[in-house]
């Protein structure tokens, strides 16, 4: 197995549990909004059932299980809760990567650094060693502050181009992930800032899928990695749309990439949805030979 293949999302992680199991040479997550309609548990049992050993999770509330009513995942959750949902994924052989924090989150952090530390001290009790999302750039500074202290990553992940998110107060700053990353550059910025690439909505911005993964070489944590049709906008398996899913892992393996790859599958309606992730994850490990 090639030598990145056996390392944890990156050295820097160092409150892992264990290293995740790589699928092909990749480290591949589940990712609990491909379940969102469902609770967190059977997100969890969803992912294990494809033979993956994580799930990228988020901190905006998902029902965490038929058993709990309406108790939700956030960064409010109460310990004997949090309890509960790792003995679930431990029982499954499923770890949490990298929660994301909505622009909900962000609205009410502001610069008030002990509402942003409540998520760091969530993740703490998850497991997890990294966040994603999208702050503001003005959180910048004190979202570094904590990284360092808590020795966590954030990825910063984009949506298509134009994207309505009204708490930035101005255009959306995050549409071209090659952008982001050049402004942590230049910024100097802590290596545990880095990228969380989305393809799909790269895709419908009309982005040069693979150029961009190559100018996020670096600072590239993770993707939310996805085909989308040629003709609709619908997320489509791996290999039957526009995105050259095959030279985006191509580029990955010759970065000698350490992070994730995240199934966040937005095509809910599908008729073969389960089937769809299926074959997206013997499409990773073929591809990753």
Known sequence: MKLFATLLLLPLLAHAIEPLRATGGF??????????????????????????????????????????????????????????????????????????????????????????????EQGKKLGVSGFTGEPMESQWDMLEKLLKEFNFTFAIHNHAIGFEADYFGAAYPYGNPAETAKKLEAQHRDKRMGICFDTGHAARSGLDIVEVTRACAGRLRSLHLKDVARVQVNDVPFGTGRVDVAAVLAELKRQGFQGHIGLEYENFESPTFSDDLRQMVRFVREQGK
């Open 27 to 120: 480290v591949v997550a589940g990712h609990a909004w491909t379940w969102n309609k469902g609770t967190l548990f059977e997100a969890i049992d969803q992912t294990a059932a494809l033979g993956l050993d994580s799930l990228e999770i988020f901190l905006m509330g998902m029902r965490i299980s038929t058993e709990t009513g309406d108790a939700a995942l956030d960064d409010a959750t109460p310990e004997a809760l949090i309890a509960r949902i790792r003995e679930h994924a431990k029982a499954k052989g499923v770890h949490f990567v990298a929660p994301y924090i909505g622009g909900k989150q962000w609205t009410r952090i502001g610069q008030d650094e002990s509402q942003l530390r409540r998520f760091f």
